[in-house]
């Protein structure tokens, strides 16, 4: 997968807009570079303007229609309004990831109420005020496709990730509740991302490293003695699972979260 080829065509999504959040690195970027390939108008944002502007040079080479990078805080509601209200001026934006850096790690118990409150923010307060926004101009132009990036910690949660299992278990319950009220060109789903090969999982291993005291090599090898595959996910994996449920020919899947995980989980 490293040689980031996606098997999708250049018409795949040619005339649909998509706003990718978090993308200036890991699995945003790598939706970006999969959504590209398949020739839509992608709009990049995160915090990093300067890697958002060098990304989207890449994305025009390798196929995208328009590039536009727009950097916001998630964490800033303002921000985010202001970003989508210039945004949506250029036409409807079809298709949203919903995307952003995961909290620290380490036990719930050891977590402050005021721990909480960013973390809700540049995840659940972020996508619901995006969505909000944009679902007005996806009905008007008969279709839809919003898919949240969250964790497979929603059916099973992890051991020394608290926060982050709270926030996304609330990530997946809006997101299957909107599944039932969204105009039915709408679709609204979750892709479930297991270890995956990204900084987030080093910067992961070494949070729970300090505040847990354990090993970090020892924490990395009892996360891929979990995986039946025996390897971290490629985040270019995640991407392909993400691209297919933006399709056109992808209306009929809505409400669902689909894991990218080797295996990992065990229930059914």
């Given at each position: 997968?490293?040689?980031?080829?996606?098997?999708?065509?250049?018409?795949?999504?040619?005339?649909?807009?998509?706003?990718?959040?978090?993308?200036?690195?890991?699995?945003?970027?790598?939706?970006?570079?999969?959504?590209?390939?398949?020739?839509?108008?992608?709009?990049?944002?995160?915090?990093?303007?300067?890697?958002?502007?060098?990304?989207?040079?890449?994305?025009?080479?390798?196929?995208?229609?328009t590039a536009k990078a727009a950097p916001v805080d998630?964490?800033?509601?303002?921000?985010?309004?202001?970003?989508?209200?210039?945004?949506?001026?250029?036409?409807?934006?079809?298709?949203?990831?919903?995307?952003?850096?995961?909290?620290?790690?380490?036990?719930?118990?050891?977590?402050?109420?005021?721990?909480?409150?960013?973390?809700?923010?540049?995840?659940?307060?972020?996508?619901?005020?995006?969505?909000?926004?944009?679902?007005?101009?996806?009905?008007?132009?008969?279709?839809?496709?919003?898919?949240?990036?969250?964790?497979?910690?929603?059916?099973?949660?992890?051991?020394?990730?608290?926060?982050?299992?709270?926030?996304?278990?609330?990530?997946?319950?809006?997101?299957?509740?909107?599944?039932?009220?969204?105009?039915?060109?709408?679709?609204?789903?979750?892709?479930?991302?297991?270890?995956?090969?990204?900084?987030?999982?080093?910067?992961?291993?070494?949070?729970?490293?300090?505040?847990?005291?354990?090993?970090?090599?020892?924490?990395?090898?009892?996360?891929?003695?979990?995986?039946?595959?025996?390897?971290?996910?490629?985040?270019?994996?995640?991407?392909?699972?993400v691209t297919f449920l933006c399709l056109p020919s992808?209306?009929?899947?809505?409400?669902?979260?689909?894991?990218?995980?080797?295996?990992?989980?065990?229930?059914?």
């Amino acid at each position: 997968m490293k040689n980031k080829t996606f098997p999708f065509n250049n018409l795949a999504l040619k005339g649909y807009r998509a706003l990718i959040c978090g993308a200036s690195k890991g699995i945003g970027k790598s939706v970006a570079e999969a959504m590209a390939q398949a020739g839509a108008d992608i709009i990049v944002s995160s915090r990093n303007k300067e890697a958002l502007e060098q990304l989207c040079e890449e994305l025009i080479e390798m196929g995208a229609n328009t590039a536009k990078a727009a950097p916001v805080d998630f964490e800033d509601i303002s921000s985010v309004k202001v970003m989508v209200t210039e945004l949506v001026k250029g036409g409807p934006i079809h298709i949203l990831i919903n995307n952003a850096a995961g909290p620290p790690g380490g036990p719930l118990l050891g977590v402050d109420i005021s721990d909480f409150e960013p973390a809700f923010k540049r995840h659940l307060h972020a996508a619901h005020t995006i969505t909000k926004m944009l679902v007005p101009g996806m009905e008007s132009s008969g279709i839809g496709r919003i898919v949240n990036i969250i964790s497979t910690s929603v059916r099973e949660p992890i051991d020394n990730i608290g926060l982050s299992n709270t926030l996304r278990g609330a990530m997946a319950s809006w997101s299957k509740s909107l599944a039932r009220e969204l105009p039915p060109c709408i679709t609204i789903n979750n892709i479930l991302p297991g270890f995956t090969d990204t900084s987030r999982l080093n910067s992961l291993a070494k949070s729970i490293s300090d505040k847990t005291g354990k090993n970090i090599s020892d924490i990395q090898d009892n996360w891929l003695n979990q995986v039946p595959i025996g390897r971290l996910i490629d985040p270019q994996e995640t991407a392909l699972a993400v691209t297919f449920l933006c399709l056109p020919s992808s209306g009929g899947i809505r409400g669902i979260s689909m894991a990218v995980d080797g295996g990992r989980m065990r229930s059914i």
